[in-house]
Structure formats: C-alpha cells, structure tokens
C-alpha cells in the first residue's frame, strides 16, 4: 500500500521567515496531493491541492510542488504569520477502483513566533 | 465550519464498552469518510462509505462497524473498548468518490476510555 512520509515533524520560524514542509510517497499510482491545515480543537482543513499532471500550484502565502519522478511534493509558506501555528497534514490520493484511498503522513507542527 | 457535524465532541467510557459516534456530512456530499487520530499519530483511515454501500477499508478493527443510512448519515461503532482505543475520530465527507474530490472534516469526537 501507499507510504506517505512528511518531515520535518515540528518547525519553528521566526514571523515572516518562510517554512517549508516536505513529503515523499511510495505509490506510483497517486494522481493528488491535498494539503491540510488543523488548528487546535479542530478537524484538518483543505488549503491547497495539486494534481499530478501540474509541478507547482500557488495560491496567496502558499505553494505546493511536485516532482513525480522523485516522488517527493513540498508545502511552502512565504512570510509566516502567527495564525500559519498549526498542524499540516499532506496526503497521497489515488482513485482505487472508483474510490479514493487517501494516506496522511503523520503531520507537521510549524510555530510561528512573533 | 466544514457543514460536516459530529456528536457527541467528548465521550468518555469504560473499557469493555460499546459507543456510537455519529456523522452528518455536508449537504448533497454521497462519500463519508472515518479517521482516527491518536495522541501524536497522523491520521489513519478507518472506512469509506459511498451513497450507503461500503467501499474502501482501512486499518478497522474487527471491534469497529459503520455503516451509512438511506439520509447519509454515518455512524461508527466501537465495541469491546480498551485503552488504546482514546483518540479523536473524524468523519469526513465529499461529492464523489473519486480521488480529486475535497474531504471536508468534521470536528471530530474525542473518546477516552478509563
């Protein structure tokens, strides 16, 4: 089955210092990558995906890319705030005879301090 | 808020017993999705039910059924409860059941088990 394995596990950053969280994943057959988001007392939150026919997706402060030869895929977030503090999640998703099977590595916990 | 909705948010239990956690996914959402997350742990999939029929199994344990209702509401039963059972458990809804498709999160329930 699908490996997915994210580092580093805890990232602390200055505010406006950048972070960068990175996945591998071990199933050739993975067609998307979500990322998700999880504040405290909540559950994980969507905030960018990225399909495997395209190698870099940005939306405002956040970019996901992909290499699929190397099977790795990054979160980057430009000029951290104190409100990036949370867990990040990403996953590996493939559609497995017409359902999706969804891995999560085991998350990131970025502090961003003031 | 996702429009997933969980009850109960906080269960606590003994061991040896039997709960039902309850899941309401999003409106016109046919996929709903059971994760558990345990103390550190990322998030390991339980089961995928689509418009009322199974269709993906994870890591569940024997002790844990699910099943989906003709109103697509989800419940997950635990049975024969131990310790290592505590952990938040989400639910998890989408459109489809393709691999593109956003998993929307509910606000998980915590169960503990004394």
């Known amino acids: 089955g699908e490996n997915v394995e994210q580092h580093p596990s805890t990232l602390s950053v200055q505010e406006g210092d950048s972070a960068v969280i990175k996945c591998t994943y071990s199933?050739?057959?993975?067609?998307?990558f979500p990322w998700y988001k999880q504040e405290l007392g909540k559950g994980p939150q969507l905030i960018i995906d990225i399909r495997s026919n395209v190698g870099e997706k940005k939306d405002q402060r956040i970019a996901v890319t992909l290499n699929k030869t190397a099977k790795h895929f990054s979160l980057h977030i430009t000029e951290t705030q104190p409100e990036d503090s949370a867990v990040y999640f990403c996953?590996?998703?493939?559609?497995?005879?017409?359902?999706?099977?969804?891995?999560f590595g085991t998350g990131t916990k970025l502090q961003v301090i003031p | 808020d996702s429009g997933v909705t969980q009850t109960p948010k906080h269960l606590i239990t003994a061991t040896g017993q039997r709960v039902t956690l309850r899941c309401s996914p999003r409106s016109g959402d046919l996929s709903v999705y059971w994760y558990q997350q345990s103390l550190d742990q990322g998030l390991q999939f339980l089961i995928q039910y689509y418009n009322g029929e199974e269709r993906a199994k994870g890591n569940i344990l024997e002790r844990f059924s699910a099943q989906q209702f003709p109103d697509l509401h989800s419940e997950l039963n635990l049975s024969s409860l131990e310790l290592g059972d505590s952990a938040l458990y989400f639910c998890?809804?989408?459109?489809?059941?393709?691999?593109?498709?956003?998993?929307?999160f509910g606000p998980g329930t915590r169960l503990t088990v004394t």
């Open positions: 199933d050739s057959a993975s067609n998307y």
């Open positions: 998890a809804s989408s459109e489809g059941q393709g691999a593109f498709h956003e998993q929307y």
């Open positions: 996953a590996a998703s493939s559609n497995s005879g017409g359902y999706q099977k969804v891995t």
